[in-house]
């Protein structure tokens, strides 16, 4: 619960007010004198106010006064019955406001404080400045008499002991029977109900069992205070007339609301926030699903939503962002687009349902799409079985990226499971012509290699047609039938080999040979006699070439400035081939004439990247998916001839205000280089000083900042932060000598681009250099584990997503199957002087040289960096007594797929960047 709120703090100020006799009230204002005044009003009644409670607000940001209600906690006298009602505690927080000089408050209330909260609002709506309720209660019969009957379906054994504390002839009223008892004034009558009462109560209240919890609240005097005054106030209705709350909250609407309810909550059920949010449909109502009535250390997400809650609150109120990161993460995307061979389904990939999910449209008409299974798990590839409109899907188990195969039979609501072998890795190929046939590669003879199978879709044994070490995958069957087109890439990825393998003696036929080459796409062509082949073969980008089959001769059809990183060519035999080519960044969509050999570009529906293309089985249009910088990945029909787009899968995407597009610089480096980098500059006036600045590094290396959504990336830059994204050295996109201009010894070089990146934005006029930030995930994790421990001095804050800490450790822990594929790009951990160089370049080593405070996430599945990489860094830090902050995703791997998972980490990572950055 710690990391999920403010620092603790003390007050600056105490105050003793005397208000009807006998009472007098303690009160208590910490935060920042200058800012948002905003009122806590604690539950119970009777419960007092408590350190704990001041940590939900941003102390730079809010002047926070909380009061210890009639007859508890500081204020006198104890328990005290007389002038405690409603009303009298509404004319309380007038004093207490006008003690203080303030004129208008954000008031916020939990529990019994929601209601007081609403209560006081309507009664003076003129002096707030907002709401923000938890834990919602109204005061309603229906809601007391659940307290005291009904939460004891829920938890019998605790309601055994509340009801057996009063004789079984008044137990059919126990508010009546407890309130007798209570305000006796034998204490041997009233000390042991309001132990009852009490323990009854704290034992209800938190989502997992917590003695510390039910202890802290079972103290004698305190006990007597909350269950007396909490009795009094439940017998008399609230001392409000029944339908006041929800009828007086039209004269609130105007103001800002934020409702945070805890799904599990028994003592205020969610009903109560449900039936406030339907009266006020502006107000914001968060429903934390890990959630009850209170948070503990064991279930702390309650209170995380209530600090972020508090930070749009004050967002709002002090003319910043609007939108908050859980409004970021909103837009949904489609992808992975695949058409059945009669042109009449689209299946594809969206992540609608929070995670990514199959599902299928009917392109006759115009009816929506609709989810085709709902599975526990994330789907991977998609791909339809010729002849038919029957579906092969991917799906692997939290992340861990041991894909199993399934297929998907039309009109079946059930899929089969073509392998089911979770232990292994399973690597999707392609169907034969005939659709009777499926290859795919594995690794269940050894971990580290991927032997290549063919399989009967019907059912039955799996044939090994081709075996040998490292890295290998089915591309696709020759138009006849008898051959696999294999790449073999046991040498790294880019240098593979492409061969033709004959499916029943295994003999093979190399096609493209080995010499450092990479392979991004293929296509047979005229029946199997020439191999489209999209690589970077003798050449410093990736062209399109073609191979003769039979002769071996290889030749180019398209040689881009920019990478051809998609290619697709049409199934019936269509002389066009279309092509995406990358433009620093951005794709073009290009259409390759087989005839003629002309090209020409078709437009597309807004600037971004392509990251599927595929013909409609008549070749008479594209259908694609594209991503941009402003919007996440949609699918849209291109027509070939007129370049018109239609969308075919279109999810809403956010405001063009709420989002920015990135300027494209080059930034020079240490040996003279260029390093090119996306800026993304927030909108509005310039801050005196400037403002702060993240830098964002990509993962791979052998990867790109490209166009591409960041709900993270755009919330930042919303919230005033300047964003720039490199492409330091070993990124892709820039040609061959770019990428590997970090292989291996020269490492650390593409970190001293990054000093240079982060010396240039220092420079400009817009950003203040002492509030800077760097971040990135998995390689980019280990960059910025390398900024932090190279220069230290350089970063005022730092976060990092399954980064790479120590690569001995990585070796040894990472899949198999990828180890020497990672190998080629840092260097070998079997040699003397790989591990050698591991010890230079690790940033654990030189941990103890690290002085910006650490924000780190990582799932517990990941099979690419083990969770033991971040698990060494905060261990190592911690340790230090260094500000860090470690996130542990369960049922994720390398990524944050689930929408709930990801709420929670950018969420917690946001709050540890702009507590740091403002």
Known sequence: MADALYPEIQPYRTHRINVDPPHELYVEECGAPDGVPALFLHGGPGGGAKPFQRRTFDPRRFRVVLFDQRGCGRSTPSAELDGNTTDKLIEDIETIRETLGIERWLVTGGSWGSLLSLAYAIAHPDRCLGLRLHGVFLGTPDETRFWYHGIGLFFPEAFAE???????????????????????????????????????????????????????????????????????????????????????????????????QGRYDVVTPPRAAWRVRT?????????????????????????????????????????????????????????????????????FVSDATGFAQLYTKDLTSDAPPRIRLSLPEMVGSVSFRPKSRDILFTTDVGGDERHQLNLIAEGEYAARRLTDAPGFVHLWGAFDRAGERFAFACNAGHPSDMALYVSPVAGGAARVVATGPGWRTARAFSPDGTKLLVEDDRLGMYDAELSLVDIEDGSARVLLPRDGAHVSGTAFIEDGARLLVATDRGDGYHGLGVIDVASGGFAWLLRPEGDVEIMAAPKGGGRLVACAINDRGYSRLVLHDLDGGGERDLPLPFAGRLTSVTFMPDGTALVVALAGFRRPAAVYRIDVATGEATALVEHPALAESATVEPSLVDIETFDGASVPAFVFEPRGELPTGGRPALVIVHGGPESQYTAHWRADVQYLVSRGIVVVAPNVRGSTGYGRDWQAADDVEKRMDSVRDLKAVRDWVATRDDVDSERLAVFGQSYGG?????????????????????????????????GPWRRTLRAVEYGDPDSESGRALFD??????????????????????????APNESEMVNAALFGRGHPVRLVRVEHEGHGFARLANRRVVYNEMMQFLEARLF
């Not at 939503?305 to 967002?315: G, I, K, P, V």
């Not at 940033?843 to 990582?858: E, G, M």
């Open 162 to 260: 509340f009801e057996g504390h009063v004789p079984p002839g008044e137990r059919g009223d126990l508010l009546a029977a407890y309130h007798r008892r209570l305000i006796d004034p034998d204490p041997a009558v009233h000390m042991p109900a309001a132990q009852a009462l009490r323990t009854f109560s704290a034992r209800t209240q938190t989502l997992l069992p917590s003695a510390a919890h039910v202890h802290a609240l079972t103290e004698p005097r305190a006990a007597l205070e909350i269950a007396r005054i909490f009795a009094h106030y439940c017998i008399n209705g609230c001392f409000l007339p029944e339908g006041h709350i929800l009828s007086g909250i039209e004269t609130l609407r105007h103001l800002p609301c934020e409702i945070v």
């Open 279 to 347: 009266a006020w449909p502006e107000a914001n109502l968060t429903v934390v699903d890990l959630a009850s009535h209170v948070a503990t250390l064991e279930a702390p997400a309650l209170s995380a939503a209530l600090r972020a809650a508090t930070d749009r609150l004050a967002d709002r109120l002090t003319g910043r962002a609007a939108l908050s990161i859980e409004d970021y993460l909103a837009p949904r995307a489609a992808g992975t687009p695949a058409v059945s061979d009669d042109g009449t389904l689209l299946a």
């Open 782 to 814: 280990f960059m910025t584990l390398a900024a932090i421990t190279e220069y230290p001095e350089d970063w005022c804050v730092a976060a990092e997503f399954y980064g790479i800490a120590d690569f001995r450790t990585l070796f040894a822990t990472t």
């Open 840 to 865: 230079r370049i690790s940033p654990i080593r030189r941990i103890d040289r690290v002085k910006t405070p650490l924000f780190i996430a990582h799932g517990g599945r990941d099979p690419r960096v």
